[in-house]
């Protein structure tokens, strides 16, 4: 159909009630939108929502199963496995806003250098990149624990650089798509030096899809922070995070089987809510994808 | 008085292999040649037409003086300044002076940026500080027919004849004395394309700048410019005066394309001249006169040596061992 | 022109709407016209006027969101748009072939040109060899050097002009009753132009199809085509014989047109004509005529009635108040 016909007389409605309503019709989306917001709302208000101390011991209640009084039983300690998990939320958040913010800020930056520079540079960062990449993330995990001691920094630590290449190189892939479209080459014409185009001309269109790729990785970051603490290198007791619930659960698996469950309750939601959300902004801000004209 | 635009012999390469493979292709040339020796002067108020088809190194040869491609060979020199291979810093100063609008109407023009800030962005890259930029805005926008409402659309909002004229509204925001337009009338209905180049004429009325126009629109380069060039292959193969050589082409490629426009009318007797086979790759480049497996005039002379540059008329220059005298027959 | 019951192809009423975000757009409004048997006719219009959808509307071949709302496509008798999927298939390739605007995109890259142009006389009751012999005679016949040799080629092995022959050779092969072309030329230079049109014209005497050729190039237009059919903004604003198109035309959208096309300009001038203002939004129709926001020669009936289709002279048609009310300009 004729783009002069579609692009004149386009109601002005704000861009972002146009979002929602778009995703008020994608049910799967929705329904992800909302999984989101539970488990972001239960990180920032964590400290209203939990009805006990995540880390206060009560032995004479261990290992019960879920009750009225306790939502998803108790631990081998007594302690309420429903405060640990909603407390949890607020760690995995954690980990994986602070990882992913600064692997795609470190990847952003490479990826336009390697993207946009001289090629020998591009073949520096992409040897980097790869080096990075061949190593299995435990075991590159495992490594840099035994350097530095394991906490929550470690895991953060392991996280960006292990995923500085992945955005890296999506930046670099849409860099070089980019690079020689006309309008970059009109920039250039009017005399722009590279950091204008770069900062102002390249940024905006690349990172809308990498935001969206961002934040489908969430889900993966949260499952990294909570298998390397399910294996006692991540979070040190008796911080509750959800994989140090999932690797009590392991252990007393013969007792009850509700520890694992709730561990693992946490995850599919958080890795169902992004992903479907994730899914479903993907199709409504990638205009080919679009069942209209 | 010094010409505005002085281009004098001027080379550009590509490079077809990376240095590796050249070196295992050692009897291979590893370079394509997209503009081999090219030549013309552009006075001040003057519209010049570079006219080719596809592989004929117009654009190459168009962003070369803008500095966006290096030179081999040859000079590019503005109101006597040597242009070429300037550094970036050393050529800033320039192109305040020298615009390009470029073909893609509304690819050219970033994407998440308004209109406003589009054809303000030239005073912002060249540091250009207190000036009212409303006002200034509102005048660019005047001065190419558009209403003020259009500066806070985005690209994607406006029609490809809307999106032209911010092309050269941005274009002008500098002043300059030189604009380069890339297509100006591609992608445009043949109901608007009038309105575009309308407007170009009446910017060279009003303001005296020069025009470079490149096109393979044959039909509109009588009606704009004044004088035009033919390229074929990376070479003039034709230039002079737009109406000595509409109304007696010499070179037969020229007299192929005008051909090749017919006029709308079922009864126009008008033969239409065909040539043989297609444009070469520019890998490839026949010997002798680059055009002889296609010309329907062809000679033996044509197929071994290459034609010198002969002046038929004054300011009218042809490159061709037996150029057109009359009727289409040397 | 007209309808005509030896037509190949005959388009009555057609009206196509495209659901979108903002609406039904409504892109092809009450749409005739025909193809005459062994005829080439020419849909000419610019961007908006709907001339890829009658021509996706024929092969049947729309989009996910165009929604048929009235009138009948009939070929060789029986209504495409009524068609199974089947039956669709069976026409598709064999009665009704179509040649594509982007020669670099329109053929398979992965396959050589032998397999794409066997492939395709699947139906055709004869062994390999015959149909290798068939492919390779109709190489030569639209102009593709040593075409035995360079059936083991693939597309990237032939520039843009070799391909788009290429394409027709492929169109022509099964023998249609009806060729579709989409701006067959548009992408080629435009030396290459004046060859594929001649090629094609040669094409259609020897194998006796009908043609549509859609194009915006008034000048190819006058050379090809039998006949012309003009559209704008999703209507048919006129239609007939080559010569009373181009030299008596008489919708002001028609006669506008050729003003504008700077090849028709015998003088050389430095104020081009053009048609001032845009088509409307074919979301929320104006009343009246679709031209009326543009038209020269408007009049108050203009914009509250549309005209209809009105038979100018024996079979030239067009829809305007103008040639109803008795003033054929």
């Given at each position: 159909m004729s783009e002069a016909v579609n692009r004149k007389m386009r109601t002005e409605r704000s861009a972002l009630y146009n979002l929602l309503s778009r995703l008020y019709h994608n049910p799967l989306g929705f329904f992800g939108l909302i999984l989101v917001v539970i488990v972001v709302g239960s990180a920032i208000f964590a400290d209203w929502i939990v009805p006990y101390d995540p880390i206060a011991i009560n032995i004479r209640e261990r290992l019960q199963g879920p009750s009225a009084k306790h939502l998803m039983g108790t631990d081998q300690l007594g302690r309420d496995v429903f405060s640990r998990i909603v407390m949890g939320s607020r760690i995995a958040l954690k980990v994986a806003l602070v990882s992913i913010t600064l692997a795609l800020s470190c990847g952003l930056v490479l990826g336009l250098i390697a993207g946009y520079g001289p090629p020998w540079l591009d073949k520096i960062i992409i040897l980097i990149f790869d080096t990075i990449r061949s190593f299995p993330t435990i075991m590159f995990a495992l490594a840099i624990v035994t350097l530095v001691?394991?906490?929550?920094?470690?895991?953060?630590?392991?996280?960006?650089?292990?995923?500085?290449?992945?955005?890296?190189?999506?930046?670099?892939?849409?860099t070089q798509a980019i690079k020689n479209n006309e309008f970059i080459l009109a920039e250039r014409a009017m005399g722009a030096n590279i950091i204008r185009i770069l900062s102002l001309h390249m940024l905006p269109n690349i990172i809308g899809p990498l935001l969206i790729i961002a934040s489908m990785d969430l889900p993966g970051v949260v499952t990294i922070e909570a298998g390397l603490s399910f294996l006692g290198v991540g979070v040190r007791p008796p911080t509750p995070s959800w994989g140090s619930v999932l690797n009590d659960g392991y252990s007393f698996i013969r007792n009850t089987p509700w520890l694992i469950v709730s561990g693992g309750i946490p995850l599919i939601i958080t890795t169902l809510g992004f992903t479907f959300l994730g899914e479903a902004l993907r199709d409504i801000l990638d205009p080919k994808l679009r069942k209209d004209i | 008085?010094?010409?505005?635009?002085?281009?004098?012999?001027?080379?550009?390469?590509?490079?077809?292999?990376?240095?590796?493979?050249?070196?295992?292709?050692?009897?291979?040339?590893?370079?394509?040649?997209?503009?081999?020796?090219?030549?013309?002067?552009?006075?001040?108020?003057?519209?010049?037409?570079?006219?080719?088809?596809?592989?004929?190194?117009?654009?190459?040869?168009?962003?070369?003086?803008?500095?966006?491609?290096?030179?081999?060979?040859?000079?590019?020199?503005?109101?006597?300044?040597?242009?070429?291979?300037?550094?970036?810093?050393?050529?800033?100063?320039?192109?305040?002076?020298?615009?390009?609008?470029?073909?893609?109407?509304?690819?050219?023009?970033?994407?998440?940026?308004?209109?406003?800030?589009?054809?303000?962005?030239?005073?912002?890259?060249?540091?250009?500080?207190?000036?009212?930029?409303?006002?200034?805005?509102?005048r660019l926008l005047e001065m190419v027919g558009l209403s003020d409402s259009f500066s806070g659309r985005y690209p994607h909002q406006l029609s490809g004849g809307q999106a032209r004229r911010v092309g050269v509204a941005r274009a002008l925001a500098l002043s300059p004395k030189l604009i380069i337009a890339d297509e100006p009338t591609a992608g445009l209905d043949v109901s608007v394309q009038g309105e575009i180049l309308n407007l170009l004429v009446k910017l060279q009325a009003d303001l005296g700048v020069s025009f470079l126009i490149i096109t393979h629109n044959l039909s509109v380069v009588r009606h704009i410019s004044d004088r035009m060039a033919i390229m074929y292959l990376g070479r003039f193969v034709e230039q002079g005066i737009t109406d000595d050589?509409?109304?007696?082409?010499?070179?037969?490629?020229?007299h192929?394309?005008?051909?090749?426009?017919?006029?709308?009318?079922?009864?126009?007797?008008?033969?239409?001249?065909?040539?043989?086979?297609?444009?070469?790759?520019?890998?490839?480049?026949?010997?002798?006169?680059?055009?002889?497996p296609r010309c329907p005039c062809v000679q033996d002379r044509c197929r071994s040596e290459a034609p010198p540059l002969e002046t038929v008329a004054p300011g009218h220059l042809v490159t061709c061992h037996y150029p057109i005298k009359r009727n289409g027959r040397p | 022109?007209?309808?005509?019951?030896?037509?190949?192809?005959?388009?009555?009423?057609?009206?196509?709407?495209?659901?979108?975000?903002?609406?039904?757009?409504?892109?092809?409004?009450?749409?005739?016209?025909?193809?005459?048997?062994?005829?080439?006719?020419?849909?000419?219009?610019?961007?908006?006027?709907?001339?890829?959808?009658?021509?996706?509307?024929?092969?049947?071949?729309?989009?996910?969101?165009?929604?048929?709302?009235?009138?009948?496509?009939?070929?060789?008798?029986?209504?495409?748009?009524?068609?199974?999927?089947?039956?669709?298939?069976?026409?598709?390739?064999?009665?009704?072939?179509?040649?594509?605007?982007?020669?670099?995109?329109?053929?398979?890259?992965?396959?050589?040109?032998?397999?794409?142009?066997?492939?395709?006389q699947y139906r055709a009751n004869i062994d390999m060899e015959e149909k290798r012999n068939r492919a390779v005679e109709m190489l030569a016949r639209v102009g593709i050097p040593d075409p035995r040799q360079r059936l083991a080629n693939y597309p990237h092995h032939f520039s843009g002009g070799m391909r788009q022959r290429i394409s027709i050779a492929m169109a022509l092969l099964a023998n249609p009753a009806l060729l579709l072309a989409?701006?067959?030329?548009?992408?080629?230079?435009?030396?290459?132009?004046?060859?594929?049109?001649?090629?094609?014209?040669?094409?259609?005497?020897?194998?006796?199809?009908?043609?549509?050729?859609?194009?915006?190039?008034?000048?190819?237009?006058?050379?090809?085509?039998?006949?012309?059919?003009?559209?704008?903004?999703?209507?048919?604003?006129?239609?007939?014989?080559?010569?009373?198109?181009?030299?008596?035309?008489?919708?002001?959208?028609?006669?506008?047109?050729?003003?504008?096309?700077?090849?028709?300009?015998?003088?050389?001038?430095?104020?081009?004509?053009?048609?001032?203002?845009?088509?409307?939004?074919?979301?929320n129709l104006p009343a009246g005529c679709i031209f009326s926001n543009r038209c020269p020669q408007v009049f108050s009936k203009c914009r509250t009635t549309a005209p209809q289709r009105f038979e100018v002279e024996p079979g030239h048609f067009a829809r305007c108040h103008l040639v109803t009310e008795g003033d054929v300009p």
């Open positions: 001691g394991p906490s929550l920094e470690t895991v953060i630590l392991v996280v960006v650089i292990t995923t500085i290449p992945v955005y890296g190189r999506i930046v670099r892939a849409q | 008085m010094t010409a505005l635009l002085e281009v004098e012999n001027v080379r550009i390469r590509f490079r077809s292999k990376n240095r590796i493979q050249a070196l295992m292709d050692r009897d291979q040339d590893p370079y394509i040649e997209a503009v081999c020796g090219v030549s013309f002067t552009l006075e001040p108020g003057e519209t010049l037409a570079m006219v080719g088809e596809s592989g004929a190194g117009k654009t190459t040869l168009a962003r070369s003086i803008i500095g966006l491609a290096t030179l081999r060979q040859g000079s590019i020199r503005f109101l006597g300044n040597e242009l070429s291979n300037l550094s970036d810093a050393a050529f800033a100063q320039f192109r305040r002076n020298i615009a390009m609008m470029f073909q893609d109407p509304v690819g050219c023009l970033s994407p998440r940026r308004t209109v406003r800030s589009l054809i303000l962005e030239p005073f912002k890259i060249h540091r250009i500080g207190d000036k009212n930029w409303t006002a200034e805005t509102k050589i509409f109304y007696h082409p010499r070179h037969p490629y020229t192929a394309l005008l051909s090749a426009n017919p006029n709308p009318d079922p009864d126009d007797p008008k033969e239409q001249v065909e040539l043989k086979g297609e444009i070469p790759s520019l890998m490839n480049r026949p010997r002798g006169c680059e055009f002889h | 022109m007209g309808k005509d019951r030896n037509s190949v192809l005959d388009i009555r009423n057609l009206s196509i709407e495209f659901a979108t975000t903002r609406g039904r757009l409504k892109a092809l409004r009450d749409v005739t016209l025909s193809v005459p048997p062994e005829k080439i006719v020419g849909l000419v219009g610019e961007s908006g006027c709907g001339k890829s959808t009658v021509i996706f509307s024929i092969i049947h071949l729309l989009a996910e969101n165009a929604v048929v709302t009235g009138g009948e496509i009939e070929f060789e008798g029986r209504d495409i748009l009524k068609m199974s999927p089947n039956e669709l298939r069976a026409i598709r390739g064999d009665r009704i072939s179509m040649v594509f605007q982007d020669p670099m995109t329109s053929l398979n890259p992965v396959l050589s040109i032998d397999t794409q142009m066997t492939d395709i989409d701006e067959p030329t548009t992408a080629l230079d435009a030396t290459l132009e004046a060859q594929i049109i001649h090629r094609l014209r040669q094409l259609q005497d020897m194998v006796h199809c009908s043609i549509l050729f859609v194009s915006h190039h008034l000048g190819l237009i006058a050379e090809l085509c039998d006949n012309v059919v003009v559209m704008y903004a999703g209507e048919v604003v006129e239609e007939g014989d080559v010569r009373d198109i181009f030299h008596r035309a008489a919708h002001p959208y028609t006669q506008a047109l050729l003003e504008c096309d700077p090849a028709r300009i015998k003088e050389k001038t430095r104020h081009l004509p053009t048609i001032p203002g845009d088509i409307p939004d074919l979301v």
